[in-house]
């Protein structure tokens, strides 16, 4: 079956330094990937879109990058902040042409002032 | 940007009683929402398709007599949750697709948190 997996585990971190986060997933063939922001009883907000033939994309601080061979998506933060505290999560289009994403259950970050 | 309007924010509602969860596009016309549902620490789970004109695509598992969508213009969908339980109790979230990405970036409203008693 489907699965994306992140990191349950939340994310602490010192103010400044790099936050990375993990996706991984499997039995899936992403045409494309993305992240988003949630913060506590929000909807979610788009970061980023990578798509299958792309390696790296950057948007200000966030870098996201995409390994169709380790079916992995890493996300970084750098120069991190107390406001990028929230939750992220990453989404694929579903398999069979819907392209509905689909929605990890996100990582926890807190960045520590 | 695009905009997503959800109301009620927050909701609580006896038992047996039916609720409406409204979900507008602001600044652009959605033809396709999507209605998700998240329980606590949990992913956003769809449950259901949104097309405007046609009735609602449901996922697997999610009843549609239960969970009743209406999307009757091409900036209004509704989520009506009929004969409520305390186990309907959950956030739930409405998007619509972005315009211009040339793929399903999503734009969400803010959710709506429901309490069933």
């Known amino acids: 079956s489907q699965k994306i997996e992140q990191n349950s585990e939340a994310l602490n971190i010192q103010e400044g330094k790099t936050a990375t986060l993990t996706c991984n997933y499997t039995?899936?063939?992403?045409?494309?990937l993305q992240w988003y922001r949630q913060d506590p009883g929000r909807g979610p907000v788009f970061l980023l879109l990578?798509?299958?033939?792309?390696k790296e994309k950057r948007k200000e601080r966030l870098k996201v990058t995409f390994d169709t061979t380790l079916k992995q998506s890493l996300f970084h933060i750098t120069a991190s902040q107390p406001a990028d505290s929230a939750t992220y999560l990453c989404?694929?289009?579903?398999?069979?042409?819907?392209?509905?994403?689909?929605f990890g259950r996100g990582t926890s970050l807190i960045v520590h002032p | 940007g695009a905009v997503v309007s959800q109301h009620p924010s927050r909701v609580i509602c006896k038992s047996g009683t039916s609720v409406k969860i409204e979900c507008r596009s602001l600044?652009?016309?959605?033809?396709?929402m999507f209605w998700y549902r998240q329980f606590p620490k949990q992913s956003l789970m769809l449950m259901a398709t949104?097309?405007?004109?046609?009735?609602?695509?449901?996922e697997q598992g999610v009843e549609k007599d239960k969970f009743l969508i209406n999307h009757a213009s091409l900036t209004l969908s509704t989520l009506t949750v009929t004969s409520a339980h305390p186990e309907d109790s959950s956030f739930y979230i409405c998007?619509?697709?972005?315009?211009?990405?040339?793929?399903?970036?999503?734009?969400f409203g803010a959710g709506s948190r429901l309490t069933v008693l």
């Open positions: 998007s619509a697709r972005s315009q211009g990405t040339g793929a399903n970036v999503l734009t």
């Open positions: 039995n899936y063939s992403p045409a494309y």
């Open positions: 990578i798509r299958e033939n792309e």
């Open positions: 949104s097309n405007e004109g046609s009735k609602a695509t449901y």
């Open positions: 600044d652009f016309q959605a033809t396709t």
């Open positions: 989404a694929l289009d579903r398999s069979g042409g819907s392209y509905i994403p689909t």
